[in-house]
């Protein structure tokens, strides 16, 4: 039972362009989600987070839109740039505080120069 | 950052004998994970620590234990290792109160 699903495992896109990462969720007691970069031979790293309590959040780059009826975010990268190329994976928690997150399978994210 | 270490980092092991890995942090935080990540899975979450002493099962903790008997230090064990369990293996911990997990370079396990 997947609870968190990244239906598109690639994606590429020409530098400069938008980038938009997809996430769907099942679980409606999730009231937290977060955006995780990962690199090859590394640990995922934070890249950005919304509360349910909000439907955008934006930082530099990134910003990740959450549509709470179609249980649905996501991720737009703009512009584009080499080094985010990478796979990117969607997470959720419920009840914060209570610290346990589900991940998405994931997307490879390929910037084209 | 929080200063978190895995090792080993790479271990080849055949089926059958038992491999313990080790995370260590040093930063005195309460939440410590194990997560493996598989192609086409993702992150799956096996155990998680809450304190010394105080862990639980993530969804895929069948054929593993964990222990933490010291903050800074929180174990996972594969009592008879199978092939199934060839994997990435990533630590965690839980940074502040922002839900965000912290994860270490992880350790590369294959089970021969």
């Known amino acids: 039972d997947q609870q968190v699903k990244q239906n598109s495992p690639s994606l590429s896109v020409q530098e400069g362009r938008i980038s938009i990462l997809n996430c769907d969720y099942t679980n409606s007691m999730f009231d937290y989600f977060l955006w995780y970069k990962k690199y090859p031979a590394e640990g995922p790293t934070f890249l950005i987070s919304i509360s349910s309590i909000k439907d955008k959040n934006e930082d530099g780059r990134f910003t990740v839109f959450l549509n709470k009826s179609a249980k649905h975010l996501s991720l737009h990268i703009v512009p584009s740039q080499p080094g985010d190329s990478a796979v990117y994976f969607c997470a959720a928690g419920a009840n914060f505080g209570n610290e346990k997150l589900t991940f998405g399978t994931g997307t490879r994210l390929t910037i084209i120069p | 950052d929080a200063g978190i270490t895995q090792s080993p980092r790479h271990k080849v092991t055949e089926t059958g004998t038992p491999v313990t890995l080790r995370c260590h942090q040093t930063e005195n935080h309460r939440y410590m994970y194990w997560y493996r990540q598989d192609p086409g899975h993702g992150l799956r979450l096996i155990h998680y620590?809450?304190?010394?002493?105080?862990?639980d099962k993530g969804e895929v903790s069948d054929g593993y234990s964990v222990s933490r008997s010291k903050t800074e230090d929180f174990l996972l064990t594969l009592e008879s290792a199978t092939s199934s369990q060839t994997s990435v293996y990533f630590c965690a911990i839980l940074q502040g109160n922002t839900g965000e997990l912290f994860f270490g370079e992880g350790s590369r396990l294959t089970v021969l």
């Open positions: 620590s809450y304190g010394v002493k105080d862990t």
